[in-house]
């Protein structure tokens, strides 16, 4: 039974901890470590990984040797022992079991990365954004066609991933990330043309909360996922073609200020207009709108139409 390394950045978490940690102890695969990074945590959140520490040999607890998450994560990849290397965020929960499942979908695979689907939970009802969100990673893992939509969102969950600690190292580790970090890692995986291997069952309990860190610091605020998006599809696909941004949004004030200042040239229409690519030779599309099933349907249908691949000529942003 093949060692999996456990990396959990941990700040001011007590009130999330103890049943984070008794998720990872409760885990039918028994062969892991856990390095616990504390990042300055204000409240007694090394209190008791220390005490956990103390209890069980396979966690190990560690000060952040600089601060925020991409140091935490640096810190303790520099520890990790495993053959398998996963991340885990301290106000969520594993199912049992989790690692179990996920080591044996990558199997004897090479250039993997496991995940499953997510499910988010807390103590207040789930808004409807976050729902959707849930249903649309939780879809486009099952239909694999994560790196089709690699440009619209964060197509793998940060704590919901495994793969071959060898592999992580070839491509880098955690060194060059930027924030937002998961969906930088998400990038250099597609980049290196990993295959996404998916288990058909939830892996992660992801909680919801209002001191979540996605939601209070400015590294996960709209400006910096389009920031790494727009520029990580100029590095990775886009040609000396014609390029056209569907829609009239913020999205696209975004993606549109992105590609000025870059110097990249374009083409703009909104849905009244869009039409108009029929006009241009070879267009490659950005569409900054994501419209209910139906009407999506009928967008997808115009775009193969014209024998447009979505991920190779279109993308949703």
């Not at 892996?203 to 209002?210: G, K, M, P, Q, V």
């Not at 709209?222 to 920031?227: D, G």
Request: include cysteine; proline fraction near 3%.
């Amino acid at each position: 039974m093949d060692l999996v390394s456990i990396i959990m950045p941990v700040k001011n978490a007590v009130p999330y901890l103890g049943a984070c940690l008794a998720s990872i102890l409760d885990q039918t695969y028994g062969n892991w470590e856990l390095i616990a990074v504390d990042d300055h945590s204000m409240d007694d959140s090394k209190t008791i990984l220390v005490e956990y520490a103390g209890k069980d040999s396979r966690i190990h607890y560690l000060d952040n040797s600089g601060h925020g998450i991409i140091d935490a994560l640096k810190t303790g990849y520099k520890c990790a022992k495993g053959t398998y290397l996963t991340r885990m965020d301290a106000d969520d929960v594993m199912p049992e079991d989790r690692l179990a499942k996920m080591v044996d979908a990558l199997c004897d695979q090479s250039k993997c990365i496991a995940t499953g689907q997510v499910k988010y939970f807390g103590d207040e009802p789930i808004s409807d954004g976050y729902r959707k969100y849930e249903h649309w990673i939780n879809d486009i893992n099952l239909d694999g066609k994560q790196w089709d939509q690699v440009y619209r969102e964060c197509v793998i969950a940060s704590p919901n991933w495994l793969m071959r600690k060898s592999e992580l190292d070839n491509i880098g580790g955690f060194d060059d990330l930027t924030y937002p970090e998961d969906y930088h890692l998400v990038f250099k995986w597609y980049l290196s043309q990993f295959k996404i291997i998916v288990v058909p069952h939830v892996t992660l309990f992801w909680r919801e909360h209002a001191d979540r860190t996605s939601r209070n610091s400015e590294h996960y605020q709209q400006q910096a996922f389009f920031n790494l998006k727009i520029h990580q599809f100029i590095e990775n696909d886009l040609k000396s073609r014609n390029l056209v941004l569907w829609g009239k949004n913020e999205k696209t004030k975004l993606t549109a200020d992105i590609l000025k200042r870059s110097g990249i040239t374009f083409h703009q229409f909104d849905l009244t207009n869009f039409k108009k690519t029929e006009n241009l030779e070879n267009p490659q599309i950005l569409v900054g709108v994501y419209p209910e099933l139906e009407e999506r349907k009928n967008l997808e249908s115009y775009l193969s139409g014209l024998s447009l691949s979505e991920g190779k000529d279109w993308w949703y942003i």
